[in-house]
């Protein structure tokens, strides 16, 4: 069973967070849901806004999340620049429309919620992101301090924290969270770790690692999130990357020019669509006797012919045909060799 975020907060702590009934109180105790209300609907923030749409069913995680964040908490300004990212990567690289969007929601409310950081375990003089990669970038490139709680987190704790935020507020594709769980495998963490980083059972996480460890790194680089493709999918391009030269053939797809200026999931669709093998139309010709006797059927399905006879018409037909085969077979040679 995955264990829960736990960073030592008590429950004291927790029941002080949640203590005031004012809606005001609500709020400041949930900023994302108060963005949530208040957000206009910009076009600039158009997408932003859709991805919210569906966020009430994860409104009780969110909250434990953001109690876990506040309760007992100092929350500090930190130069962007000497925060770190996580030293196992997560989520790949947003488009740049989306970076633009959520910048500007930054730029409009201001950063709602803090990220989690710990104090560099290599540079007393720098800070390792936990979660908030987004807020961090954003930051950044707006010029702005970020907003943070520093805690101290071993290896196990911030890998905990990064999976589970994310799988409260905004899901991992099913790529994003196989190569998180293969990644943490490769680092030699504990399956218990990883299954509470990421939330599923030993059935689940062996399904993640497999497929992202069976399909080569660039390729899925090259694919990106696809976020309209899951498992079931996925397992189907692992098991076209196995067939024959597609491993070569996938590698030149990717490569081309025009492949990079797909969605990501047409590039996902494109790959899968190349590597799948291609379905032969068969061409069914009816053979009929001087007599007008059909005989016999021929069914050319690309490189193979298969005669049929039909013995309503013409019975014992066939089993002549065989009889006679080894003397066909033999007339033919003859007639290549003399031909060559």
């Known amino acids: ?85 996580s030293f196992v990567r997560d989520r790949m690289e947003a488009t740049e429309e989306q970076n633009a969007a959520f910048r500007e929601m930054i730029r409009e409310h201001g950063q709602a919620v803090p990220i989690l950081v710990r104090p560099h375990p290599g540079n007393p003089n720098r800070f390792e992101v936990a979660f908030g990669h987004r807020r961090l970038r954003a930051a950044r490139e707006l010029g702005i ?112 020019t025009s492949f990079a200026n797909l969605s990501s999931d047409s590039r996902f669709e494109t790959l899968y669509n190349k590597l799948r093998p291609k379905t032969v139309r068969s061409r069914k010709e009816a053979w009929s006797a001087n007599d007008g006797t059909r005989a016999a059927y021929i069914l050319r399905s690309g490189r193979k012919l298969s005669l049929t006879f039909d013995e309503r018409a013409t019975p014992r037909f066939g089993d002549f045909v065989m009889e006679k085969l080894q003397g066909l077979y033999d007339e033919y040679k003859a007639l290549s060799d003399k031909e060559n």
Do not use: C
Request: no cysteine; proline share 4%.
């Open 1 to 85: 069973m995955a264990r829960k975020i736990d960073f030592n907060v008590s429950a004291a702590e927790l029941e002080k967070a949640d203590s005031s009934p004012s809606s005001e109180g609500k709020a400041s105790r949930h900023p994302l849901l108060a963005l949530q209300r208040t957000m206009k609907q910009s076009s600039a923030l158009r997408a932003v806004s859709e991805s919210l749409d569906g966020y009430n069913e994860k409104v009780k995680h969110a909250e434990e999340i953001e109690q876990l964040l506040t309760a007992g908490q100092t929350i500090v300004d930190l130069d962007p620049h000497l925060v770190d990212a």
């Open 145 to 256: 301090k970020v907003r943070a709680v520093v805690r101290n987190l071993t290896d196990d704790q911030l890998v905990i924290a990064q999976g589970q935020e994310n799988s409260g507020r905004t899901d991992l594709t099913f790529i994003e969270r196989a190569r998180f769980a293969a990644q943490l495998e490769e680092r030699k963490f504990p399956r218990e770790t990883i299954q509470s980083a990421l939330g599923v059972d030993k059935t689940v996480l062996s399904r993640l690692i497999s497929i992202a460890i069976h399909i080569p790194a660039p390729l899925i680089d090259a694919i990106g999130p696809a976020p309209s493709f899951g498992r079931v999918r996925w397992q189907e391009m692992k098991e076209l990357l196995d067939q024959g030269e597609n491993r070569l053939r996938a590698q030149q797809v990717v490569t081309a």
